[in-house]
């Protein structure tokens, strides 16, 4: 997809460009970017050297993160400058911006990578920006601070969960109005489709669950809940979802409980739980599925695990209270 | 407790005469199930030591009103509709025609931050009208023990509960030598009984206890500068080798003045110092960043103790319109006191109803008053059921008898 860019935005990149030879930049690996929350910044972490090997000063309170679909612009929520800041991710510069609404937490774009939906979470509405133009196309109100983003494999539904009023909101794409609520579990957070589209997953933080819904009926099929020996039931509080490429296996994120479920999503059974760093929150799979990498907010590092061997391998330090996190494709 | 905006001062004294003023509805959507709640609400004021800790005239009233409008933008997916009918209540006020006229609007649900006697002559007054009172402010432990009654839910934490937590946490630091200065007004003695009990729970030794009587005019004028930095140290002077000083306070007389002019070089906790608190104004985990946000925004102001109590009362009504899909009071009230029950309050763990007193469970924050330094309970301190049931009363220790 095209991101516009201000001239300002235009001019900085002609400056940057021209001082390239002094910055090597790790374009050609693989690379992973995270979003830290404390720390206002974005670090540039080298996979095949397992490493981090740049930190991005961006704006306040980075939290959501995405590349576009070409992968040329790394997208983050800038939450507490009210905006979404785009970085170009040849030259690790900041190149412009977008009008997200206020406090924006998480967005998703479609596969054509137009519009970007945004969840503010302060103000309970989903914003629709069309990004060529970065105009704001429609403001949806949703329910009380809105979290998660998610964008049915068709394109035609978009989910978004909020965090107190405990729903998941069913938006058509092509009404951009609030179709259906699903009630959920205490403080949801993530929303994911299945890749074929036959079911939404849920996470619910403090329900300490996965509501699986039938995106068609708008209903709870099952809830997946989790029990790990010596933890307190508190202590597990489901976030991040990811699902492999097949389906047949989902990883969620337990936050305090500093571990990933391995669960098989066709039975919704819980497979294995694997030890990662504390409060882990969000994950990204390496492109070829190797891998998937887990955000661990206090211990400011991410986890890289061994998809096929089902091991955690590495911890790779990061920024302080690192949020969310996205790998390039190439 | 200093930080927590509300008088305790006014607790014997509530007189009954008068009326408030007028109700204010606001209109519900056509054809919504509309819930009405009411807030009776104390405008008695103290002193306070630091001017900081001055309670703003909406205290309570803000969290109440954030907390309906959360409900509200829930309630407009559900077809719920939510009015929040606020009753200041000044000395002199008939709470108990109050009530009746509440009652005659159809409010089946009451929040209050009165105290404790406030609370009892509402539950009483409303039981034959199917009334539940949600007690956000009084702290008593009596009102949970041989005063409990089948409707009062209580939101704010008992005096055990905040001994608890304190207690916990000195503990966990080995600070476990205690000097108690209490204050001489009835609640400093009921909340240096709890700090008794908590000792003797959690293996903390008080070394001394001492008074600080409190003969009026002592508070901070022009001149009370240089009597504070005399009279703290004479206070503390001489006494037995200890690790922390524990203070009860609750009317604010004097802890305030206690940290940096102790005797000897010590911390000071509980009334003063590192307090027991439902909520710090500098509280931003577990997606409490965003609360003090949108409180900030609409109301100009920190959001302090007993606006959360009061928040965290008007949101459980709301979370069991949602989860019970009723409008219905006694529905509601059933579902609040039911096993399926609980209620997220930016505190990293759902609040449940404890069902052998109607108390809230909850952690409690330990603040400085600018930052939280911890939250309790403590790691270490175990429980068979939910470790949240370490502070405050248990079930096999409770002298509540439910109807």
Not at chain 1, 209 to 236: C, M, N, Q, W, Y
Request: aromatic share 6%; net charge neutral.
């Amino acid at each position: 997809m095209q991101v516009a860019m201000t001239d300002a935005a235009v001019r900085l990149i002609a400056t940057i460009a021209a001082a390239w030879a002094l910055a090597p930049l790790p374009a050609l690996a693989l690379t992973a970017y995270v979003s830290n929350e404390r720390d206002n910044s974005i670090s540039v972490v080298d996979l095949d050297a397992m490493k981090t090997v740049r930190t991005i000063a961006v704006g306040q309170r980075p939290r959501g993160i995405m590349l576009t679909a070409d992968g040329t612009s790394l997208l983050v929520c800038a939450s507490d400058d009210d905006t979404i800041q785009i970085i170009d991710t040849r030259t690790l510069q900041i190149v412009g911006d977008l009008p997200s609404g206020p406090d924006p937490e998480t967005f998703a774009l479609p596969a054509t990578g137009n519009p970007l939906f945004v969840s503010n979470e302060n103000d309970n509405r989903v914003t629709v920006i069309d990004v060529p133009t970065r105009k704001v196309l429609a403001e949806i109100p949703t329910g009380v601070e809105p979290e998660g983003m998610a964008i049915s494999p068709d394109g035609q539904t978009i989910v978004n969960t909020s965090e107190t009023t405990n729903m998941a909101h069913f938006i058509d794409y092509a009404t951009r109005k609030v179709v259906a609520n699903v009630l959920v579990d205490p403080r949801p957070r993530v929303a994911q489709f299945k890749h074929d589209g036959s079911e939404l997953w849920v996470s619910s933080e403090l329900g300490g669950t996965v509501s699986v819904i039938d995106p068609v009926k708008h209903a709870v099929k099952t809830r997946i809940s989790f029990d790990i020996r010596g933890l307190r039931a508190e202590a597990i509080q489901p976030v991040g979802i990811r699902f492999t490429k097949d389906d047949a296996t989902a990883f969620v994120a337990l936050g305090p409980a500093n571990r990933v479920a391995v669960i098989d999503a066709r039975t919704a059974k819980v497979a294995s739980y694997l030890l990662v760093g504390q409060r882990v929150w969000q994950m990204a799979f390496t492109p070829d599925e190797k891998y998937l990498l887990t955000t661990n907010g206090l211990s400011n590092d991410i986890s890289v695990i061994d998809v096929a061997a089902l091991k955690v391998i590495k911890s790779i330090q990061v920024g302080r209270m690192p949020w969310g996190i996205v790998v390039s494709p190439q | 407790m200093a930080r927590n905006g509300i008088s305790r001062r006014a607790a014997c004294s509530l007189l009954l005469a008068g009326a408030a003023g007028r109700f204010a509805v606001s209109p519900a959507r056509a054809d919504d199930a509309v819930i009405r709640i009411g807030y009776i609400r104390s405008m008695a004021r103290h002193p306070v030591i630091s001017l900081l800790d001055a309670p703003p005239p909406d205290a309570g009233l803000a969290g109440a009103t954030l907390a309906m409008d959360d409900n509200n933008t829930t309630g407009r997916l559900l077809g719920q509709s939510f009015d929040l009918i606020d009753v200041p209540v000044r000395k002199g006020t008939d709470i108990t025609a109050v009530l009746a006229r509440l009652a005659g609007e159809g409010v089946r649900l009451v929040l209050t931050d009165l105290p404790a006697d406030g609370v009892l002559a509402l539950a009483e007054a409303g039981r034959a009208q199917g009334m539940t009172i949600i007690n956000l402010a009084a702290p008593d432990d009596s009102l949970r023990a041989a005063d409990c009654r089948g409707n009062v839910i209580h939101v704010a934490p008992s005096r055990s509960m905040l001994a608890d937590a304190v207690a916990q946490y000195l503990v966990w630091k080995k600070w476990t030598r205690w000097l108690l200065v209490l204050g001489s007004h009835p609640e400093d003695k009921l909340l240096a009984e709890a700090y008794r009990r908590a000792a003797r729970r959690f293996g903390a030794r008080i070394v001394q206890e001492r008074v600080s009587e409190d003969t009026g005019g002592s508070r901070q004028t022009d001149t009370g500068l240089v009597q504070m930095q005399q009279q703290m140290p004479l206070l503390t002077q001489g006494a037995p080798d200890y690790d922390v000083l524990v203070a009860a306070d609750e009317n604010e007389v004097f802890a305030g003045y206690l940290p940096y002019r102790t005797w000897d070089a010590r911390p000071v906790a509980g009334s003063a110092g590192l307090e027991p608190v439902t909520w710090d104004a500098s509280s931003e985990s577990w997606g409490g960043a965003q609360l003090q946000s949108r409180f900030v925004r609409q109301f100009h102001r920190r959001m302090m103790p007993l606006d959360m109590q009061a928040w965290t009362g008007a949101r459980m009504i709301g979370e069991a319109a949602s989860r019970s899909n009723s409008a219905d009071g006694d529905k509601l009230v059933a579902f609040i006191k039911g096993t399926d029950f609980g209620v997220a309050a930016y505190k990293g763990q759902l609040l449940t109803l404890r069902d052998w007193d109607l108390q809230l469970r909850q952690p409690i924050l330990l603040a400085d008053g600018r930052t939280v330094v911890s939250i309790s309970p403590q790691p270490g301190f175990l429980h068979q059921v939910t470790e949240l049931d370490t502070l405050g009363v248990d079930r096999p220790e409770t002298k509540c008898r439910l109807p």
